[in-house]
């Protein structure tokens, strides 16, 4: 998001001004509530949680609902707690968001350098895909899945997740690469250099930008997909946001509302990283994916 | 063009073809993929709607049988009544407050560079993580409810995510939290693309506050209430993890949306033919906003 001045016309009375930062600030402290109960809750024993005060810092601050969310709760069937599960998410997302970079990259290379008939099409029809909802893919993809005895596996996953990355991976591309000077290209190729050598030589040194968005983007998505991960993977392959679900919808006996929030911060964690870490490019990838170019 | 420069082709060896059939050899695997695994697959589930599929797909055709079906079940009926609720009120609050966040962030504000990404933040986050939270900020024994009791307001009750005709509401709650800041930030972006210029001339010109917003403002960020509307409505016709998370479709079946109406009759209750026939009817909804919005975005372009 390129913020042109931060200038603006409108006066405003003493009196608005106060109201103005009033709302604001209640509607950061709105933003921030979940978050900081979930931080504080995470840190109580069980009793301090369920006889109220959820606001409230913790009486005993205890790092045990930390501890049992990661490493002996009960997820499904057996008390591994999340850890195999994180491990699964990042053993899913990390081949699964370079490999779609990749695909991207080249395609929004091909489509805006490489001019054929029908290059709209193909990206209108790229395009179209990135929007459909998922569960008109579900049942034929879970009998493809089958068929090439991939189900229920980390592999499944990240075909599933680079086959419905790469039309938004090419979105990216295509747009950032419209606006790099084609006649680079065309003086590249007159001197002789191949395909391969312009993309590799030319185009990627200035995509550094976009392959942030990119990867920031496709991560944020496959890391936080529910609906894959529940109908492919539910066993012990399912992802972090199975897991986590699992852990808070099905335990039998008493609610560990402090590991619950334990364990939603992990799930959190590696976005949230993410978003402060490279906010600015988390930011730009929102408004690019909400079809904007 | 410059695959079919004639400088270029002219020498019919080998490596020139090869060069010049390149760009399509990259680009066909992704097409090959999509045309596969989106389009094919679309034609997959719209077949199946039309067979007796139950636990595995059949190929039996039987007509229209599973729509005609799919319009007399109740769940469906009660599926597509909280969508219209849940879409309607997330839209209409995500936009109204994501608007005057911008506004009012638009206003020299100091501490902005805090504010903006505290707004933001929660998008950031999976649904399920978001549901969790607010499953438990909303849960009458150990949430809110309590809390405020705590605090002396001993008649106070918030148990709308226990009550069948409320909780719908509490899933609009958490899904505002989730979107509204992003609103903002279209909303800021659209307000900072507007030219100071014409404000000013406005201004001298004896322009109330008030005047200018109804009348320069809030018209020239017309693509970004529109990219909102897009964008919150294909959210909300997918919107599955949050309610899974949250409430489960419960109490009873009172938060089924259509996403988790397809999931449910599709895995867990053997009625693969009618889950077809709810996502197509799913995916032909969000083509009729999708596949305008895309076509005018595109030809924008060209």
Redesign the interface.
């Given at each position: 998001?390129s913020?042109?001045?931060?200038?603006?016309?409108?006066?405003?009375s003493k009196v608005t001004?106060v109201f103005?930062?009033l709302?604001?600030v209640l509607?950061?402290l709105?933003?921030?509530?979940?978050?900081f109960?979930?931080a504080v809750?995470s840190l109580k024993p069980l009793d301090e949680?369920?006889s109220?005060?959820?606001?409230s810092l913790p009486r005993n601050w205890t790092i045990e609902p930390w501890l049992s969310a990661w490493s002996t709760a009960q997820i499904g069937v057996s008390p591994t707690g999340l850890r195999p599960y994180f491990i699964n998410s990042i053993a899913m997302a990390v081949p699964a968001v370079a490999i779609s970079t990749i695909?991207g990259a080249?395609?929004g290379y091909?489509?805006t350098?490489?001019?054929?008939r029908g290059a709209?099409w193909?990206?209108?029809?790229?395009?179209?895909?990135c929007?459909?909802?998922?569960?008109?893919?579900?049942?034929?993809?879970a009998?493809?899945l089958g068929l090439l005895n991939i189900s229920g596996t980390t592999y499944g996953l990240i075909l599933v997740h680079v086959?419905?990355g790469?039309?938004f991976s090419?979105l990216y591309f295509r747009n950032y690469y419209a606006a790099f000077p084609?006649e680079l290209?065309?003086a590249a190729?007159?001197d002789g250099a191949?395909?391969?050598q312009i993309f590799w030589r030319i185009m990627l040194p200035s995509s550094g930008p976009i392959i942030a968005v990119c990867c920031i983007w496709q991560f944020?998505n496959i890391?936080?997909?529910?609906?894959f991960g529940?109908?492919f993977a539910s066993g012990g392959a399912a992802p972090m946001?199975v897991a986590?679900?699992n852990l808070?919808?099905s335990s039998t006996g008493v609610r560990e509302?402090n590991v619950?929030?334990a364990?939603?911060i992990m799930?959190?964690a590696p976005?949230?990283l993410?978003?402060i870490v490279a906010?600015r490019y988390?930011?730009r990838g929102?408004?690019a994916g909400?079809?904007?170019? | 063009m410059a695959a079919t420069d004639p400088m270029l082709s002219g020498g019919a060896d080998f490596r020139t073809r090869l060069q010049n059939w390149l760009p399509k050899i990259v680009l066909a695997p992704s097409f090959a993929v999509m045309v596969l695994f989106v389009y094919g697959f679309i034609a997959f589930t719209v077949y199946l709607s039309f067979t007796g599929s139950r636990m595995l797909p059949s190929f039996d055709l039987v007509g229209f049988q599973n729509y005609e079906r799919l319009f007399r079940v109740r769940q469906w009926d009660t599926a597509i009544i909280n969508l219209g609720i849940f879409a309607g009120l997330y839209i209409v609050i995500s936009t109204i407050i994501g608007l005057f966040l911008a506004i009012f962030l638009d206003m020299k504000i100091r501490g902005e560079g805090l504010l903006r990404p505290i707004f933001l933040y929660p998008m950031a986050l999976s649904f399920i993580v978001t549901g969790t939270a607010w499953k438990w900020i909303l849960d009458p024994a150990i949430g809110l409810e309590v809390t405020v009791q705590r605090w002396g307001w001993e008649s106070f009750q918030f148990d709308w995510i226990k009550d069948s005709d409320m909780a719908i509401y509490t899933i609009v709650i958490a899904a505002v939290w989730q979107s509204s800041g992003f609103v903002m930030a279209m909303f800021l972006a659209g307000l900072r693309g507007i030219d100071n210029e014409i404000l000013k001339a406005a201004q001298m010109d004896g322009a109330s506050n008030f005047q200018m917003y109804r009348r320069i403002i809030l018209p020239q960020l017309r693509p970004a209430f529109l990219s909102a509307f897009v964008i919150l409505s294909h959210l909300a016709i997918k919107s599955y993890d949050l309610v899974v998370a949250m409430t489960d479709g419960g109490p009873g079946t009172s938060t089924w949306l259509p996403a988790l109406f397809m999931y449910e009759y599709t895995f867990t209750r053997n009625q693969m033919g009618i889950g077809a026939a709810s996502a197509v009817i799913m995916l032909m909804t969000i083509a009729a906003i999708m596949v305008p919005y895309l076509y005018a975005e595109l030809r924008e372009k060209n």
């Amino acid at each position: 998001m390129s913020i042109a001045s931060n200038d603006t016309v409108i006066r405003s009375s003493k009196v608005t001004r106060v109201f103005l930062y009033l709302v604001l600030v209640l509607f950061a402290l709105f933003y921030l509530m979940p978050l900081f109960i979930m931080a504080v809750n995470s840190l109580k024993p069980l009793d301090e949680i369920t006889s109220g005060g959820m606001l409230s810092l913790p009486r005993n601050w205890t790092i045990e609902p930390w501890l049992s969310a990661w490493s002996t709760a009960q997820i499904g069937v057996s008390p591994t707690g999340l850890r195999p599960y994180f491990i699964n998410s990042i053993a899913m997302a990390v081949p699964a968001v370079a490999i779609s970079t990749i695909a991207g990259a080249l395609n929004g290379y091909v489509l805006t350098k490489w001019h054929f008939r029908g290059a709209t099409w193909v990206f209108g029809l790229l395009l179209f895909s990135c929007f459909i909802p998922f569960q008109i893919v579900l049942i034929p993809m879970a009998r493809v899945l089958g068929l090439l005895n991939i189900s229920g596996t980390t592999y499944g996953l990240i075909l599933v997740h680079v086959v419905y990355g790469i039309g938004f991976s090419t979105l990216y591309f295509r747009n950032y690469y419209a606006a790099f000077p084609t006649e680079l290209v065309r003086a590249a190729q007159i001197d002789g250099a191949g395909f391969f050598q312009i993309f590799w030589r030319i185009m990627l040194p200035s995509s550094g930008p976009i392959i942030a968005v990119c990867c920031i983007w496709q991560f944020t998505n496959i890391w936080n997909d529910f609906l894959f991960g529940a109908s492919f993977a539910s066993g012990g392959a399912a992802p972090m946001t199975v897991a986590l679900n699992n852990l808070v919808n099905s335990s039998t006996g008493v609610r560990e509302y402090n590991v619950h929030f334990a364990g939603a911060i992990m799930a959190a964690a590696p976005t949230l990283l993410v978003y402060i870490v490279a906010g600015r490019y988390f930011v730009r990838g929102l408004m690019a994916g909400s079809v904007k170019g | 063009m410059a695959a079919t420069d004639p400088m270029l082709s002219g020498g019919a060896d080998f490596r020139t073809r090869l060069q010049n059939w390149l760009p399509k050899i990259v680009l066909a695997p992704s097409f090959a993929v999509m045309v596969l695994f989106v389009y094919g697959f679309i034609a997959f589930t719209v077949y199946l709607s039309f067979t007796g599929s139950r636990m595995l797909p059949s190929f039996d055709l039987v007509g229209f049988q599973n729509y005609e079906r799919l319009f007399r079940v109740r769940q469906w009926d009660t599926a597509i009544i909280n969508l219209g609720i849940f879409a309607g009120l997330y839209i209409v609050i995500s936009t109204i407050i994501g608007l005057f966040l911008a506004i009012f962030l638009d206003m020299k504000i100091r501490g902005e560079g805090l504010l903006r990404p505290i707004f933001l933040y929660p998008m950031a986050l999976s649904f399920i993580v978001t549901g969790t939270a607010w499953k438990w900020i909303l849960d009458p024994a150990i949430g809110l409810e309590v809390t405020v009791q705590r605090w002396g307001w001993e008649s106070f009750q918030f148990d709308w995510i226990k009550d069948s005709d409320m909780a719908i509401y509490t899933i609009v709650i958490a899904a505002v939290w989730q979107s509204s800041g992003f609103v903002m930030a279209m909303f800021l972006a659209g307000l900072r693309g507007i030219d100071n210029e014409i404000l000013k001339a406005a201004q001298m010109d004896g322009a109330s506050n008030f005047q200018m917003y109804r009348r320069i403002i809030l018209p020239q960020l017309r693509p970004a209430f529109l990219s909102a509307f897009v964008i919150l409505s294909h959210l909300a016709i997918k919107s599955y993890d949050l309610v899974v998370a949250m409430t489960d479709g419960g109490p009873g079946t009172s938060t089924w949306l259509p996403a988790l109406f397809m999931y449910e009759y599709t895995f867990t209750r053997n009625q693969m033919g009618i889950g077809a026939a709810s996502a197509v009817i799913m995916l032909m909804t969000i083509a009729a906003i999708m596949v305008p919005y895309l076509y005018a975005e595109l030809r924008e372009k060209n």
